[in-house]
Nanobody, 124 residues
């Protein structure tokens, strides 16, 4: 089982960026996929998650209305479209897989597999 996150980079405030999480060794039908982020000196926090099993989607309040999670099952890829980015969105972003449905708690211990981080820097 592998998850590979990509798409990070430097973006100006207010700009968009799309992250990708390519999964292998399992199908998106069997696992919920979440995005987390961790800024320097801060704890890792949940951003968004999607469960194919029940179609549920959750967003952290701080990104709701700006970020959108989506999937392409044919490509085994989960995307995080980030719009109206703010400097406080600067962090390493990680994707993770949970064999159960996701929820708004974004409990780290529930996620069995993690990808490496991709760095997002929002700065002018």
């Amino acid at each position: 089982v592998q998850l590979q996150a990509s798409g990070g980079g430097l973006v100006q405030p207010g700009g968009p960026l799309r992250l990708s999480c390519k999964v292998s060794g399992f199908t998106l039908d069997d696992y919920a996929i979440a995005w987390f982020r961790q800024a320097p000196g801060k704890e890792r926090e949940g951003v968004s998650c999607f469960s194919s099993s029940d179609g549920s989607t959750y967003y952290a309040d701080v990104v709701s209305g700006r970020f959108t999670i989506s999937t392409d099952n044919a490509k085994s890829t989960v995307y995080l479209q980030m719009n109206s980015l703010k400097p406080e969105d600067t962090a390493a972003y990680y994707c993770a897989a949970d064999s159960g449905p996701c929820d708004s708690d974004f409990e780290l211990l529930e996620y069995e597999y993690w990808g490496q981080g991709t760095l997002v820097t929002v700065s002018s």
